[in-house]
């Protein structure tokens, strides 16, 4: 286009006019330079948006798994006492209380899978994006450590799940029509041999030490590590302390 100008200018017998020619590649250039900053403000406008957007949907997550987390956690401590329980009852011989609504609910608990939150969509759509629009780059990595150290829990949680479904083959074993959904069984079918089911027994003490482990984990780095993050997202994103209250 430059050169189009300038031939254009000879053809027309203006090569004598430097000036005209000067002011004519100003005016392009300059044409060039707004266009460019233009797109570039644009890109800026749409990359704030999304930041806000995808940053409030972090948040919001990071605040609903902490609080799933919490409750889990307290779930988890009670059925370590209601397994502890049932082994007793086990031991002792207990019909009544093996029967009992407690101890079907427990059983119930054995076949089912541990329960943690970790939501990744915001920050999955963040990565996808580019990480780098956050600028200030401790929080960047506090946000990238925190999920994977999330990562890492949910990890070992498949391993206990793992361990959870040794104890399956058990449960229909020595429960007379267990229905799991209805946390529910008849009766059980002998408990002097279930009593000297060492591996039955064993099996569940495994379990109770997972339990403890994704406790303990969940205690001492999940829920404090995100509570953490909050703050953190709070402190360098001011409106989301406007939006949580």
């Not at 799940?161 to 069984?185: A, Q, R, S, T, V």
């Not at 003490?205 to 403890?212: G, L, N, P, R, W």
């Not at 953490?228 to 939006?243: C, G, H, I, S």
Request: hydrophobic letters at 35%; proline letters at 1%.
């Amino acid at each position: 286009m430059i050169v189009k100008k300038i031939i254009d200018g000879l053809k027309s017998k203006r090569v004598l006019d430097l000036k005209h020619i000067i002011i004519e590649i100003a005016l392009i250039f300059t044409g060039i330079t707004l266009a460019a900053n233009y797109n570039e403000y644009q890109n800026d406008v749409q990359d704030e948006k999304f930041l806000k957007e995808i940053i409030t949907q972090i948040y919001t997550e990071v605040l609903e798994d902490q609080k799933f987390n919490i409750s889990s956690v307290g779930f988890q401590e009670k059925a370590i006492v209601n397994y502890q329980n049932f082994i007793k009852n086990i031991k002792e011989k207990n019909i009544v209380e093996i029967n009992s609504d407690e101890s079907k609910m427990t059983v119930s608990n054995m076949t089912d899978y541990l329960n943690n939150a970790n939501n990744t969509f915001g920050y999955n759509k963040l990565k996808e994006k580019n990480l780098n629009l956050i600028r200030n780059q401790k929080l960047k990595f506090q946000l990238s450590n925190y999920y994977e150290m999330m990562d890492k829990l949910m990890s070992d949680i498949k391993i206990y799940d793992e361990d959870k479904k040794e104890l399956k083959p058990f449960i229909f074993k020595y429960f007379k029509n267990y229905d799991y959904y209805n946390y529910n069984y008849d009766d059980f079918t002998n408990v002097d041999e279930m009593a000297k089911d060492d591996v039955f027994i064993n099996t569940i003490y495994y379990v109770i030490s997972d339990y403890k482990i994704n406790i303990d984990s969940f205690k001492q780095v999940g829920i404090p590590t995100s509570k953490k993050l909050v703050t953190a997202l709070e402190k360098e994103f001011k409106f989301l302390k406007d939006k949580n209250n």
